[in-house]
Structures are given as structure tokens and as C-alpha cells.
């Protein structure tokens, strides 16, 4: 699923792009197998231990417990928390949220969840004067990476498009090109 930035134009005074966070079909496939795998071996490793057969599909009673048995634990535990944490990253959608232009107040508001605490709630707010350009950084090779940043007098680059698959290039450059005709500012890196 490559919809990146899904730019949605409720006037010609507002724009505003969602940004897709942890709740992506890959996370949830990957949440779902680590679940799974570290849970079937902790179950082999218990029931190497009490000697009674946790697994319905295989005779785990079998296995010696040590070192066989506490290697099958620890990999289970693992695994079982590396589940539980990709499942609590989903439910809280970290890095979701949403890129908005609004004309009407002369404000862009960049908003992005993250883990739960004090900084749940990323909320930048900056002056549309404040804008300089739009940059895209496009760097391919082994890990290519390519998004589009927002160029802010005195502070510096912001990211706004997400994390992680690489978006087209076609479809990053018409990204860039429509947030910079509707910002007129500059479009820079291409």
C-alpha cells in the first residue's frame, strides 16, 4: 500500500494530507507472526518442562529442557514481546497523523502521534510567512530514501511524508509540485 501522502482539498484555502502511521498492513502481518511464532515456542519450551504436550500440532514432550527446552523459552519470550510491542504500536497508530495548509488562518499545522507519555501529541504550528521552499530529498543505493520536506526560516527542515516504503518518484515530484504551487513558495532538490 504506496498512499503516502493522500492530498485532500476541502477549499482552495485549506489543504490538508493524512499521514498513515504504524497502522499498516506490513505491521499488522508481522505483529501477527512474531505473536505467533514466540508463542509456539514458549509453548514447546513449558512443555518440555512439565512434560505435557501444550501444542496441538506437534509432541513437544520430546525435547530435552535443557538446553533444548530453555533455548525454545527464551526464543518464545522473545518473540512473544516483540509481538506485544508491535501490536501496542499499532493500536496507538504511532507516526500517524496529518500535514494541514490553511490559508484561512495563514497557519500550517504539522500533527503526529507518538508513543504514550507527556510527547503523545506532536503539534507544530508555524506561520505560512515563515515558509521558505519545499525540498525533496531523493537518495537511492542500498536504503533509498525519498521524501519531501518543509523548509522553516530559522528552524530548520520538516518531514512530511512517513516513514519507511519509499514512495515514486513520479508521485513524490507531483506531491512537491502541488504543495508548492499551493504554498507559492520554491521547489527545491529536483
Known sequence: MAAPIASKQASNLILRQPILGARR???????????????????????????????????????VFIPQGIAMGFYGVAGTLLGLYLWLVVAWNVGGGYNEFNRETGQVTIYRQGFPGKNRKIELI??????????????????????LYLRIKGKGDIPLTRVGQPIALSELENQGAALARFLAVPLEGL
Open 126 to 147: 508555524y506561520p505560512l510567512e515563515d515558509i521558505q521552499s519545499i525540498r525533496v530529498d531523493i537518495r537511492e543505493g542500498l536504503n533509498p530514501k525519498r521524501s
Open 25 to 63: 498492513p506490513s505491521n499488522y502481518f508481522w505483529a501477527a507472526i512474531s505473536t505467533a511464532g514466540g508463542v509456539g515456542f514458549l509453548l514447546a519450551g513449558l512443555s518440555s518442562f512439565f512434560q505435557i504436550n501444550l501444542l496441538p500440532f506437534s509432541d513437544s514432550t520430546q525435547l
